[in-house]
T-cell receptor, first 113, second 113 residues
Framework: GENVEQHPSTLSVQEGDSAVIKCTYS??????FPWYKQELGKGPQLIID?????GEKKDQRIAVTLNKTAKHFSLHITETQPEDSAVYFC????????????FGQGTTLQVKP | NAGVTQTPKFRVLKTGQSMTLLCAQD?????MYWYRQDPGMGLRLIHY???????AKGEVPDGYNVSRLKKQNFLLGLESAAPSQTSVYFC????????????FGNGTRLTVT
């Protein structure tokens, strides 16, 4: 089955710096890759997603890149702010009617003011 | 719109006791999922449902049962709780459209002593 590896597990940056989180997946048939942000005591919330027919997608300070050949995708946050501090999860969806979403292990991002 | 609502928010069980976690969504979504979240392991899929009356096993189904008698509700049952089932449980739902994102509830924190 699909396996998703996420690195690093923790990341600390200064406010205003950029943060990059990387994920690799095992099933080359996966074609949907969302990123979720989880704040303390809450459920994960979608922040950006990318489909396999696209190499890069951007939404203000957040961007995601996808390399299908290497089977890896990355989240880039520019000009980080303290409110970006949270746990971030990448995920990969198998190409079937089940829509099973397999998650990475999570990255705890701390943005220091 | 309430979105995805999970009850209860917290629960403490003794080993061997049983309980049912309720997930309700008001978005008319076809697909529903139960995940558990443990430190350093991300979100792992327990069971899921692709429509009313259907259920299927995820990555870690042992010790759990589910039912989807009504489209808006997805129940997760623990017949005989074990300390290894101490976790935070998240329910999620999504529409039937291809590659649509998951919407999560705010979780149920379960402790088994």
């Amino acid at each position: 089955g699909e396996n998703v590896e996420q690195h690093p597990s923790t990341l600390s940056v200064q406010e205003g710096d950029s943060a990059v989180i990387k994920c690799t997946y095992s099933d080359s048939a996966s074609n949907y890759f969302p990123w979720y942000k989880q704040e303390l005591g809450k459920g994960p919330q979608l922040i950006i997603d990318i489909r396999s027919n696209v190499g890069e997608k951007k939404d203000q300070r957040i961007a995601v890149t996808l390399n299908k050949t290497a089977k890896h995708f990355s989240l880039h946050i520019t000009e980080t702010q303290p409110e970006d501090s949270a746990v971030y999860f990448c995920a990969a969806m198998l190409t079937s009617n089940t829509g099973k979403l397999i998650f990475g292990q999570g990255t705890t991002l701390q943005v220091k003011p | 719109n309430a979105g995805v609502t999970q009850t209860p928010k917290f629960r403490v069980l003794k080993t061997g006791q049983s309980m049912t976690l309720l997930c309700a969504q008001d978005m008319n979504h076809e697909y529903m999922y139960w995940y558990r979240q443990d430190p350093g392991m991300g979100l792992r899929l327990i069971h899921y449902s692709v429509g009313e009356g259907t259920t299927a096993k995820g990555e870690v189904p042992d010790g759990y049962n589910v039912s989807r008698l009504k489209k808006q509700n997805f129940l997760l049952g623990l017949e005989s709780a074990a300390p290894s089932q101490t976790s935070v449980y998240f329910c999620a739902s999504r529409p039937g459209q291809y590659n649509s994102p998951l919407h999560f509830g705010n979780g149920t924190r379960l402790t088994v002593t």
